[in-house]
Structures are given as structure tokens and as C-alpha cells.
């Protein structure tokens, strides 16, 4: 297995990485030069399909390419730069200049490292004026942090670790360093980027199981037997077969209005949007009037990834409306809406051990117990009320107040009786959540 790198910088800061990667001859890395930092775009958007992982020469293109959102973190990473980068150059300096500096400016480098490094090598008589930021700033800001610096005397000499900064002040005659990472930080960077790298692929080898299932209306007997209705079946396939095709799968009809299209991970991922399924949903509908629910489920073996693809047909089978679900091999859980959006969940914690046992005594499923939790985090809501989870969970407020009280009778939720502002009915219940305290006691 090899894994491809794609080194992005400026030529020098790509050549210098090139050069201390000889330790990895199971990496190939592929270089890309870029002279200002907007043509980053550009090399993503025509690379990224043959590249596992972005190396950045540093923390400006990295922060700037996940800024524009063109990289994740989980496959993206640069080398960090160490005090004993500065410290190198700082010995460099002395041995041009003929003499000892001691007021010097410098940028990129965090704080926190910088003083590490002065106490380290007892260069606290050393006067550094920084620049430290986390993202991406503009070459000309900080050429000029270094200029009025310099010409207002206060420094004697500047240490940067941009190139474009580098040859402005090369160019406004002021004595200018240019700073690169060590060997030492590459080889540890290349070495983050390998191991992702060889997680990723074998995640990508995964199974997957793409399940698609005809939504049956009250008259399923009749549903699939007339020839108008085997002609909108035939339809069906046909745009299923052509997803199948797409992403390199095997089709299988399991049942009336049940299909399994058999693939990898990485051909879902690379190759098939979640756009693409909600557009086949409609697509369907608008064709045969057919509605579907979609799950998807990844797994090791094809008997986890079928495991997961039915779970994920358990919980779009909560809803009448058309769902798309998708369950990995961690069991967690994701429902996506046609807005785009997306709630995830994890059954793990509720499907195995002490609360296993609990939850099969009460009339409460594992999913509906996890999206519970999962919504209460993401509304940062402590106290619900039936009307609250019956929306999360798509229900009747009667099915949410029974939920509720299953809730409390585990020790997951407590109840108290309030006033609705103006009412002069009766009390309504609301209750306070105990996810976390509840399972905390539990492992204790």
C-alpha cells in the first residue's frame, strides 16, 4: 500500500520538505509549488482525487485552506515550527553579521514555544519583538509589523517564516532570515500524515451497503402486482442500477420494493453525495410517485455493514416521510434531512452491558434513547417538555410523554410540574435530563 502526499508551498519550503523525507520511501509525495496563496484552491480542486493527504508547508496555507473548507483536519497537517528553527538562524545571522543581535523581530512562531525556547537556551537577554498568530494573515500585514519595527530602530535585524515576506523585506533592503521547519518536525509530520493516510485506506476498503426501500402505502398487498405499478418498478431499477454502476456495486432486489446495492466505502464517499440520494428520492417520486427511505451501513465484514444497513431501516421506519440514515461500524448514527442538515447519535452506549438489560424491560428503543441525548446537546437543553420530544422524535406527544416517563422510571430524566405563563389549566410536566450523570453512577 502506498500512500500519496501532496506537498503544497512555496518551492523552496516544498523542496526542503522533499529533501527530509527519505526515511519514508513507502510515501510518495507529489509536489506543488504556488507562488501567492489563492492558487491553493485551484491545486486542491484538481488534485484532490488522487491525493489521500495534504501536507502544507506551513500554517498559513494550511489555516487558509481549511478556512476556504477546500481540506478537513483529518487529512490535512503541516510542521510545526520549533524554537530550534529560530535558533539555527539566529547562530546564521551572527556568523554573517559579524556580531551578537539583541533585538531581533520575528513571526509565526507561537508565544508559548517562543519561551520555551529562550528558557531553554538561556536566551532571555535576547529582545524579541513577536508577531504570533493561529491563521492565515495577509503578506503585506505582516511586512509591515516588520518595517516600522526596523526603521523606527527598535530591532536590528528580521526573522520570518513566509517567503513573501522574506523577499519584501529583502527588497526594502532591511536584513531579513527566512525560518523552515526542522527535520526533526517534517519526519514527525510525515509520520502523522502515514499513519492517517493508511487509516483512511483501510477505511475506504470498508464494505458498504447502499439499502433502498420502496415506503408501502395501505394497500401494500395490491401495491406491487398491477402492470402499471411493475412498470414503475422497472423504472426504479433502472435508476438504481445506474447508481450502481456509478459506484462500482453489485445490485441485488431482495424483495418486493427492498434493494441492495453491495460497494466500498471510499466509492460511496468519493463518488456519491448525500445531494445525490436526496435528488434520487425525488427523482423517484416525481417518476413512479414511489417514496423511499435509504439506509446505509459500513462495516468490516458484508454481515456488519448488512447489520448496520437494517438498523438504519429501523430508524427511518420511525418516520412516514422519506429518510435518509446512515449507521457506520461504531454504530453511530446519522439522519440527513433534504435541508443539508444532519443529527448523529451513538447506540453503543445504550446496546450493550447494564443498560442493555434495562432498556429491553421498558417499552423504549436504543435509537430513540440516543437521538434524545444527542438533540438535548445540541439545543444545550437540560429541560424538555412531551411537545419538544415529540418533534425530535417525529411522534405523537402522547408516544413522547410515554417516552418521557419511561425516562424517569430509569433514572435518566426527573419530572416537575410547572404553570404555563396565563394558563389556569392544569400543571404541565417538564423534565430535567440525567444522561450524563445517570450512566456516570451506572460505571461507577
Not at 546564521?92 to 556580531?99: A, Q, T, V
Not at 520575528?106 to 529582545?127: A, C, G, M, P, V
Not at 448523529?344 to 430513540?368: F, H, M, Q
Not at 422524535?393 to 405563563?421: C, D, H, P, T, Y
Request: glycine residues 6%.
Amino acid at each position: 500500500m502506498e500512500i500519496t502526499l501532496g506537498v503544497i508551498g512555496p518551492e523552496d519550503s516544498v523542496n526542503h520538505i522533499l529533501n527530509s523525507s527519505e526515511a519514508f520511501s513507502d510515501l510518495k509525495l507529489i509536489p506543488f509549488y504556488y507562488k501567492n496563496v489563492e492558487q491553493i484552491e485551484e491545486i486542491i480542486k484538481h488534485n484532490k482525487s488522487r491525493i489521500d493527504q495534504w501536507f502544507f508547508s506551513g500554517q498559513v496555507p494550511y489555516t487558509y485552506a481549511i478556512s476556504k473548507g477546500l481540506v478537513m483536519e483529518t487529512e490535512s497537517f503541516y510542521p510545526p515550527l520549533y524554537g530550534a528553527s529560530l535558533l539555527g538562524k539566529v547562530v546564521e545571522s551572527y556568523l554573517d553579521m559579524g556580531k551578537v543581535l539583541k533585538r531581533i523581530s520575528l513571526d509565526t512562531i507561537q508565544e508559548s514555544e517562543l519561551e520555551t525556547t529562550k528558557r531553554y537556551f538561556s536566551l532571555q537577554k535576547l529582545e524579541i519583538y513577536s508577531y504570533s498568530y493561529p491563521d492565515f494573515r495577509p503578506v503585506e500585514e505582516v511586512v509591515e509589523y516588520h518595517r516600522k519595527l526596523y526603521e523606527e530602530g527598535k530591532t536590528e535585524v528580521a526573522f520570518t517564516c513566509l517567503r513573501g515576506v522574506f523577499e519584501a523585506l529583502r527588497g526594502l533592503n532591511i536584513p531579513c532570515y527566512r525560518i523552515f521547519p526542522s527535520h526533526l518536525s517534517i519526519y514527525f509530520a510525515l509520520r502523522v500524515l502515514k499513519e492517517r493516510g493508511e487509516s483512511s485506506w483501510y477505511q475506504r476498503s470498508q464494505l458498504a451497503l447502499l439499502g433502498v426501500e420502496v415506503i408501502q402505502p395501505a394497500n401494500e398487498d395490491e401495491f406491487f402486482y398491477s402492470y402499471e405499478q411493475k412498470h414503475k418498478e422497472l423504472n426504479l431499477k433502472r435508476l438504481l442500477i445506474e447508481i450502481a454502476e456509478r459506484i462500482n456495486g453489485s445490485f441485488v432486489q431482495i424483495g418486493d420494493g427492498l434493494y441492495f446495492i453491495y460497494t466500498t466505502r471510499g466509492e460511496i464517499e468519493i463518488k456519491l453525495d448525500k445531494k445525490d440520494l436526496h435528488h434520487l428520492i425525488d427523482t423517484v417520486n416525481s417518476q413512479t410517485g414511489f417514496q423511499l427511505r435509504i439506509g446505509l451501513g459500513y462495516g468490516i465484514t458484508a454481515l456488519q455493514a448488512e447489520e448496520n444497513v437494517r438498523t438504519a431501516f429501523r430508524s427511518a421506519r420511525k418516520h412516514t416521510t422519506p429518510k435518509i440514515v446512515l449507521v457506520d461500524e461504531d454504530q453511530e448514527v446519522t439522519e440527513f434531512t433534504s435541508g443539508g442538515d444532519s443529527i448523529t447519535y451513538y447506540l453503543k452506549d445504550w446496546i450493550s452491558g447494564e443498560w442493555a438489560d434495562k432498556l429491553k424491560r421498558v417499552n423504549i428503543s436504543p435509537s430513540s434513547l440516543s437521538k434524545i441525548q444527542a438533540l438535548s446537546t445540541f439545543y444545550k437543553k437540560e429541560e424538555v417538555n412531551s411537545q419538544e420530544v415529540a418533534g425530535w422524535l417525529e411522534s405523537s406527544e402522547r408516544n413522547a410523554r410515554r417516552v418521557l416517563a419511561e425516562l424517569e422510571a430509569l433514572g435518566l430524566a426527573s419530572s416537575k410540574s410547572v404553570q404555563v405563563n396565563g394558563s389556569k389549566g392544569r400543571p404541565r410536566k417538564v423534565y430535567k435530563l440525567l444522561f450524563n450523570g445517570s450512566k456516570k453512577a451506572s460505571r461507577e
